[in-house]
């Protein structure tokens, strides 16, 4: 099976422009998390979506919004973007609870 | 809320030593996974825990579960170099979908 994919991989944006950043799961897998990576924070939840519903969702400002598809892929966007959100956002799959995850490559995101 | 705590934060070996992280959560946990990842690289999954007392091994690494399910410990006999990377813990509590990951670990290990 194809693992999870991730675009793009690179990105660069200015403070205040918005992001949207693509995830797609493994093939059955319906769970699809989104983690931010950095170097201080480690990875902290931003929300799960599970047959298109978000499920749970982490202590993000509402600027962090996303979305899943009927075929289990997933977006994710943040609007009005800040200096601090410079960081890696990992996407993971899992089959149906998110316990055992298989992260993509992840999206790394310089804002300038 | 949930919390896991991981120490330590970062550790300095030198090959063939061993090393030890462990991690230890504020709730009871359904049960916890354990991630390494690579220097730019992303989490790649290891093994899942879950029944208490719980104890896998993967050649040099043993992972462990607490008999309370809310610790859990990950060590390596005699690293090597290609042990280097960040060792991350994640649990889900028994109330909820959401996994929490621990800090992680830094691993160095020096040849």
């Known amino acids: 099976k194809a693992g999870v994919t991730q675009t793009p991989r690179y990105l660069i944006k200015t403070r205040g422009q918005q992001v949207t950043l693509s995830c797609s799961p493994i093939?059955?897998?319906?769970?699809v998390s989104w983690y931010q990576q950095t170097p201080g924070q480690g990875l902290q939840f931003l929300f799960e979506?599970?047959?298109?519903?978000?499920?749970n969702k982490g202590n993000f400002p509402g600027r962090f919004s996303g979305r899943q598809f009927s075929n289990s892929r997933s977006e994710m966007n943040v609007s009005t973007l800040e200096l601090g959100d410079s960081a890696l956002y990992l996407c993971?799959?899992?089959?149906?609870?998110?316990?055992?995850?298989?992260f993509g490559p992840g999206t790394r995101l310089l804002v300038l | 809320g949930q919390q896991v705590m991981q120490i330590p934060q970062y550790q300095h070996v030198q090959e063939g030593e061993d090393f030890t992280t462990y991690c230890n959560s504020s709730?009871?946990?359904?049960?916890i996974q354990w991630y390494k990842q690579r220097p730019g690289g992303h989490p790649v999954f290891l093994i899942q825990?879950?029944?208490?007392?719980e104890v896998k091994k993967q050649k040099r690494l043993t992972f462990q579960f607490g008999e309370a399910k809310k610790n859990s410990s990950l060590h390596i006999t005699a690293t090597q170099t290609t042990d280097v990377g960040t060792y991350f813990c994640?649990?889900?509590?028994?109330?909820?979908?959401?996994?929490?990951f621990g800090a992680g670990t830094r691993l160095f290990v020096k040849a």
């Open positions: 993971a799959s899992s089959l149906n609870k998110p316990e055992t995850q298989y």
């Open positions: 093939s059955g897998h319906r769970s």
């Open positions: 979506y599970f047959s298109e519903t978000q499920r």
């Open positions: 709730t009871t946990l359904s049960n």
């Open positions: 825990l879950v029944k208490s007392g």
């Open positions: 994640a649990g889900r509590d028994t109330g909820g979908f959401k996994t929490i």
